[in-house]
């Protein structure tokens, strides 16, 4: 099974940065533009926010084997942002790969415990990548009844590997918080992670990963 994450601004060790924002139409997004304003900031809260990775089974005896879905426990950054202005801002996250954990109900605690080992030993190799980040390049958008729509570019660092990808969000500003919702795809194979193999190799971790997260930031 392999997991890799992200993020998004979402996300998933996961860094966003919201850089030159200029609110578009609602039927078709643009690129947000620069203001002089003060950018207020804020830090990313974990015990708020879900981040979930969902891993499907595959292979010749798929029936046999059960899907995974894996929480992301610990993250932390800090997002930068205007809300009156909507200036260029910023999102840093960091996951810790060794708090990824399996959820589902249909797992035993004792094969939880198994699972998760895999996942530090054999898919993250978290003692030699204990960390997945992602920052953020450019972000395109819209604004639609006090919601931003946007298509979040950057980079992501998983298993040693970077690679460029688009993150599709909802981002609205409630009171003191920033909220982020969307998900996004891994190929995990992109990233060489390896999965966990069962029945001899007749049940395997699809090379497709979901991501859906729902990020909470607190005003510093």
């Known amino acids: ?62 029936f046999k084997g059960k899907s995974h879905q894996i929480a992301v426990r610990d993250f932390d950054g800090e997002a930068s942002l205007d809300p009156t202005a909507l200036n260029p801002a910023s999102l840093q996250m960091t996951i810790k790969s060794a708090s990824l954990e399996e959820t589902r109900d249909v797992y035993t605690d004792k094969e939880k415990e198994i699972i998760n ?34 298509k979040i570019g950057g980079d992501i660092t998983l298993h040693g590997v ?20 969307g998900e996004f795809k891994l190929n995990r194979k992109e990233f ?12 395997k971790v699809k090379h497709v990963l979901r991501f859906s997260f729902d990020i909470i930031a607190e005003r510093a």
């Open 1 to 62: 099974m392999k997991i890799f994450v992200f993020l998004s601004l979402g996300i998933f060790s996961l860094v966003f940065g919201l850089d030159h924002f200029r609110s578009g139409s609602d039927s078709a997004p643009a690129a947000i533009s620069k203001a002089d304003n003060a950018p207020v900031s804020y830090r990313l809260d974990a015990s708020k926010s879900k981040f979930m990775v969902f891993a499907n089974r595959t292979g010749l005896a798929y």
């Open 117 to 150: 080992k895999e996942l530090n030993e054999i898919v993250l190799e978290t003692a030699k990548y204990p960390e997945i980040t992602f920052k953020s390049t450019d972000v395109k958008g819209s604004l639609k009844n006090g919601v931003f729509n946007l």
């Open 162 to 181: 970077t690679k460029h990808i688009v993150i599709p969000a909802t981002v609205a500003i409630e009171g003191d918080a920033l909220h982020a919702k």
């Open 192 to 203: 060489h992670v390896n999965a966990t193999e069962a029945f001899h190799g007749f049940v």
